[in-house]
Each structure stands twice: as structure tokens, then as C-alpha cells.
């Protein structure tokens, strides 16, 4: 079983900056992509920003130059640091990754969820 655990989140003013980690445990063969979602209320949940195992990212438009995504191999880990927040960028985020138990096939796994706030 494998299990996704996001943690990082809070309130933040606009203009501050906050880091998102989510750590992959269980059985786990290989991590495929590994990205980032936020869902505000009201709204469907979007693709913030994702990683290749190769590290190549992509970003969502709102979130270009401002926010960053990393990960740690080694560790199974994914960050996504946030800078210049928004009170736009409210939202609860989730981490996503495609994971493969055994074998080559990989599959979703989601987190819990982390909220952010951008209030002041």
C-alpha cells in the first residue's frame, strides 16, 4: 500500500511565501510524475505544477515565476515552494503521484490535502 502524507500548509499574508513537502511511503518500486493540485471552494480542482522522475516541471499559467516544484528522489519526496501567494492562491492542495508497486505499470495516489490561506 502506498500513501501520500502533504504537509506545509497555513495562513499566510499576500505577498509571503510558504513550502509544500509531500512524502511517498509504502511499498513503492518506482515514482513516475509527481505533481501538485489545488482545489478552491466552488471550483474543480486544477494542475498547479508537475515533475517528471527526470525533473523536467511544468507550471499552470496563474502560477508561473512564482511558484516552484522539486523533488528529492531519495527521499520520495516532492516540494512545491511558493512565492509572492495571492489571496487567489487559497485553495486546498494535493499532492499527486503515479507509483508503481511492481513492475513497470504505475498508478494515482493522492494526499489528504494541505489548505493554504492567503489572507491578510
Known amino acids: 500500500q502506498v500513501q501520500l502524507v502533504e504537509s506545509g500548509g497555513g495562513l499566510v499574508q499576500p505577498g509571503g511565501s510558504l513550502r509544500l513537502s509531500c512524502a511517498a511511503s509504502g511499498t513503492i518500486f518506482r515514482i513516475y510524475a509527481m505533481a501538485w493540485y489545488r482545489q478552491a471552494p466552488g471550483k474543480q480542482r486544477e494542475l498547479v505544477a508537475d515533475s517528471t522522475s527526470a525533473g523536467a516541471a511544468s507550471y499552470a499559467d496563474s502560477v508561473k515565476g512564482r511558484f516552484t516544484i522539486s523533488r528529492d528522489n531519495a527521499k520520495n519526496t516532492v516540494y512545491l515552494q511558493m512565492n509572492s501567494l495571492k489571496p487567489e492562491d487559497t485553495a486546498v492542495y494535493y499532492c499527486?503521484?503515479?507509483?508503481?508497486?511492481?513492475?513497470?505499470?504505475?498508478?494515482?495516489?493522492w494526499g489528504q490535502g494541505t489548505q493554504v490561506t492567503v489572507s491578510s
Open positions: 499527486n503521484a503515479v507509483i508503481s508497486t511492481r513492475g513497470p505499470t504505475g498508478y494515482d495516489y
